[in-house]
């Protein structure tokens, strides 16, 4: 079993900062990559970050300069630093950890139960 806890969420004024951190733990032989996605009520899930075990990242548009992702590949960590916060950044924020389980020969997708982000003045 491989599990995603998400902490660092809460109400911020526009223009303020969050740090997510996203810690996975379990049964884990590697991860491929780690990220967080979010979802604003009547939207799509979308994509707002991602890093590889590597360190490639990438990001959504919406986000790029505003936002970083990092890891910590020893404690199976992973932290978005959120800065210049807009009200259209208000959503719930998954963190989503691509992993081989022990005992398992392929990569499945893992998910964190989310944390609330709300923007707001």
């Known amino acids: 079993q491989v599990q995603a806890v998400e902490s660092g969420g809460g109400l911020v004024q526009p223009g303020g900062s969050l740090r997510l951190s996203c810690a996975a733990s379990?049964?884990?032989?590697?991860?491929?990559?780690m990220g967080w996605h979010r979802q604003a009520p009547g939207k799509q899930r979308e994509l707002v970050a991602g890093?590889?075990?590597?360190?490639?990242?990438n990001y959504a548009d919406s986000v790029k300069g505003r936002f970083t992702i990092s890891r910590d590949n020893a404690k199976n960590t992973v932290y978005l630093q959120m800065n210049n916060l807009k009200p259209e950044d208000t959503a719930v924020y998954y963190c989503?950890?691509?992993?081989?389980?022990?005992?398992?020969?392929?990569?499945?997708?893992?998910w964190g139960q989310g944390t609330q982000v709300t923007v707001s003045s």
């Open positions: 379990g049964s884990i032989s590697s991860i491929n990559s």
């Open positions: 989503n950890v691509l992993a081989v389980a022990s005992g398992r020969g392929w990569f499945d997708a893992y």
């Open positions: 890093i590889t075990s590597g360190g490639s990242t």
